[in-house]
């Protein structure tokens, strides 16, 4: 039975979720698909390739659904949020798509979504393209924290005991990270996430009035 890319892609994202990037192999989601490796090398010619397929396959929705009559502010914010839920959909999401550079209408409609509205706001092409790249970063960033030991992201237990050794370390040798204790451990990410968005903006009008 010959097997289309698409199927393939859709598999190795639930695989994905199973094994995690680790554990995603051309050789173990052949298995999963019931079929030989050689199958999958037709329409992939490494794993990297694959990669590169799940990672625009994962972006397919971004920037779909933006009020492009929104000022500048209220279409990057859109842009972000739709950005950070797509990589936050899968496990390792944003380890497959930091690790790609891949040329398609899914990537190049995300960043249009981005530099047009920067650029209709007084940028700079240079200042709107580095500025794209800076949230870019910083929402792959973020979300690689959160998938990982983020304060979103444990237990109870684990939180506290995480807080005891921040004491511990802190204490008489960090005052002002100490004093930044709380405000470090909020599991708020939503908060945080939108106060990134908030100075990366910020920086960018203030680019945009030096100009």
Not at 24 to 49: C, D, P, V
Not at 63 to 86: E, N, Y
Not at 90 to 107: A, L, P, W
Not at 161 to 174: H, V
Request: proline share 2%.
């Amino acid at each position: 039975m010959k097997i289309q890319r698409d199927t393939v892609v859709a598999r190795a994202l639930d695989l994905l979720d199973e094994v995690g990037i680790e554990g995603l192999t051309m050789r173990r989601l052949a298995e999963a698909m019931g079929i030989k490796a050689a199958s999958l090398y037709w329409h992939f010619a490494n794993k990297q390739a694959l990669l590169d397929g799940m990672a625009d396959r994962m972006i397919e929705g971004v920037a779909r659904t933006v009020d492009v009559d929104a000022p500048c502010d209220g279409q990057v914010r859109q842009v972000a949020a739709q950005l950070r839920l797509a990589l936050s959909a899968r496990r390792d999401g944003v380890r497959v798509f930091g690790g790609t550079y891949v040329i398609s209408d899914n990537v190049f409609r995300v960043a249009e979504a981005l530099i047009k509205p920067m650029r209709m706001s007084g940028a700079s092409e240079k200042l709107a393209s580095w500025s794209t790249f800076t949230l870019l970063y910083y929402v792959m960033g973020f979300v690689m924290e959160a998938q990982g030991a983020g304060p979103g992201n444990s237990s109870i237990d684990e939180m506290e005991s995480r807080r005891g050794d921040f004491i511990a370390m802190a204490s008489g040798r960090y005052p002002h990270v100490l004093a930044s204790m709380v405000s470090i451990f909020d599991p708020d990410l939503d908060t945080r996430f939108d106060a990134g968005i908030d100075l990366i903006l910020l920086g960018l009008q203030q680019k945009i009035h030096m100009a």
